[in-house]
């Protein structure tokens, strides 16, 4: 995966520019900005393959940021943060953020995190025998890579996608929060399960809240009946 193209937006000049040097090593293109708005315009510009932002930025914080990002494309988005307060990560995920890493991080957990969100965007969903599967109000065709309900087209990031895919994979079994770690997000290792609480929550936004439940103490399955 080397010559991806990185925009890293950071405010503080010692973190970018040692995070920037950790990932040119690593065969990345990176474009940097210092503040929000810049970042905005390099995003446009340059339309990077994964986009870095700190969630404090001058100008525009990484929360309105990363929700512009989101409405202009599906460029993944990992935030940055000083702190592992729940607030500031459910808030950076809930604007739509795919994965976030908490300050100070280590280069090589940093360049894992970007490899295995990209990889998990481009990689092919696999297909299957019968393409439209169909959950009370909720139509998913798999063949297409769309959703409706009710009829209606569903807007989902790449992310909510793949985590409401794997549901359909498996209707009424229970999935762990490990589990859809490793099948949605690539972790082979321990992950923050929070990334998974707050997307199956932007996903019931979307399709309905009583499709997805919640197994107290295991994690969640898709309702198999209307």
Not at 35 to 61: I, Q, W
Not at 128 to 154: I, K, N, Q, T
Request: charge should be neutral; aromatic fraction near 4%; charged fraction near 25%.
């Amino acid at each position: 995966m080397s010559g991806l193209r990185v925009l890293l937006v950071e405010d503080d000049a010692v973190i970018r520019e040692a995070t920037q040097l950790a990932l040119e090593r690593n065969g990345f293109t990176v474009t940097t900005a210092a503040d929000g708005l810049t970042g905005l315009a390099s995003y446009r510009a340059a339309r990077p393959d994964v986009a870095l932002l700190d969630l404090m930025l001058p100008g525009m914080n990484g929360v309105s940021l990363c929700r512009q990002i989101r409405e202009e494309g599906p460029t993944p988005v990992i935030m940055m943060s000083a702190r592992a307060d729940p607030i500031d990560v459910v808030l950076g995920l809930e604007a739509g953020a795919d994965d976030y890493v908490t300050k100070p991080f280590d280069s090589t957990v940093l360049v894992a995190r970007i490899r295995a969100v990209v990889r998990r965007m481009s990689r092919s969903v696999r297909p299957v025998e019968s393409a439209v599967r169909v959950f009370g109000p909720l139509e998913v065709d798999r063949s297409a890579l769309e959703v409706r309900l009710a009829g209606r087209p569903v807007e989902l990031t790449p992310t909510e996608l793949r985590l409401l895919l794997c549901f359909v994979d498996s209707p009424g079994t229970v999935l762990t929060r490990d589990v859809l770690l490793e099948q949605v997000w690539d972790y082979q290792w321990g992950g923050d399960s929070r990334v998974v609480d707050v997307h199956v929550q932007r996903l019931r936004t979307k399709i309905g809240q009583d499709l997805i439940e919640t197994v107290r103490g295991f994690g969640y399955k898709l309702r198999s009946t209307a």
